[in-house]
T-cell receptor
Framework: ETGVTQTPRHLVMGMTNKKSLKCEQH?????MYWYKQSAKKPLELMFV???????ENNSVPSRFSPECPNSSHLFLHLHTLQPEDSALYLC?????????????FGQGTRLTVV | AQKVTQAQTEISVVEKEDVTLDCVYE???????LFWYKQPPSGELVFLIR??????QNEISGRYSWNFQKSTSSFNFTITASQVVDSAVYFC?????????????FGQGTTLQVKP
């Protein structure tokens, strides 16, 4: 297993569906992140988890619900999404402490809401 | 507030040309980290370099070089003798120590197209 793994790679869902994105890191890091990348927009931070605790919610709508059961796994639960939520969702991990290391990213989940 | 600006939206060069990608940042933190990432069409962000605010030495890694200047709050990235495989979106990012979360603030990205 290498780095940061995200599943699924592609997801198409209807506005009434419920789905979950999964992220797993094998780097022993203590922080995990969800970022959203929409077309023609910069990467936007959504959530931050440090030592399994959510430390930042960047004003994300409640139809996105994160879950971090342990320091290696991060989920993003999706329900009643809108077409404008279609984007690439990237998970990352890093080691945070006296010095912040670089973040390692998964390959992303390309989400299409129809 | 923290902000990263990459003024160049798209750059197109011919193979073997040198190209510089600009990055300007704003932060009130005295300790911070700057990064460059490459995003090929596959979507994954590939880490290229990390620089802390106390280390202004320029760095060279093969055809890549970085010029960090605190006086102008810039962290520019130069690719020498560009190749078609360098075609990608490049992101500059900032992480301030004050947040203590390791979150990254990204610039808008620069799309580099290298033509054969």
């Amino acid at each position: 297993e290498t780095g940061v793994t995200q599943t699924p790679r592609h997801l198409v869902m209807g506005m009434t569906n419920k789905k979950s994105l999964k992220c797993e890191q094998h780097l022993g890091h203590n922080a995990m992140y969800w970022y959203k990348q929409s077309a023609k927009k910069p990467l936007e931070l959504m959530f931050v988890y440090n030592f399994k605790e959510q430390t930042e919610n960047n004003s994300v709508p409640s139809r996105f619900s994160p879950e971090c059961p342990n320091s290696s796994h991060l989920f993003l639960h999706l329900h009643t999404l809108q077409p404008e939520d279609s984007a690439l969702y990237l998970c990352a991990s890093s080691q945070v402490g006296s010095a912040n290391t670089e973040a390692f990213f998964g390959q992303g989940t390309r989400l299409t809401v129809v | 507030a923290q902000k990263v600006t990459q003024a160049q939206t798209e750059i197109s060069v011919v193979e073997k040309e040198d190209v510089t990608l600009d990055c300007v940042y704003e932060t009130r933190d005295t300790t911070y980290y700057l990064f460059w990432y490459k995003q090929p069409p596959s979507g994954e962000l590939v880490f290229l370099i990390r620089r802390n605010s106390f280390d202004e030495q320029n760095e060279i890694s093969g055809r890549y070089s970085w010029n960090f200047q605190k006086s102008t709050s810039s962290f520019n990235f130069t690719i020498t003798a560009s190749q078609v495989v360098d075609s990608a979106v490049y992101f500059c990012a900032l992480s301030g120590i004050s947040s203590n979360t390791g979150k990254l603030i990204f610039g808008q990205g620069t799309t580099l197209q290298v033509k054969p």
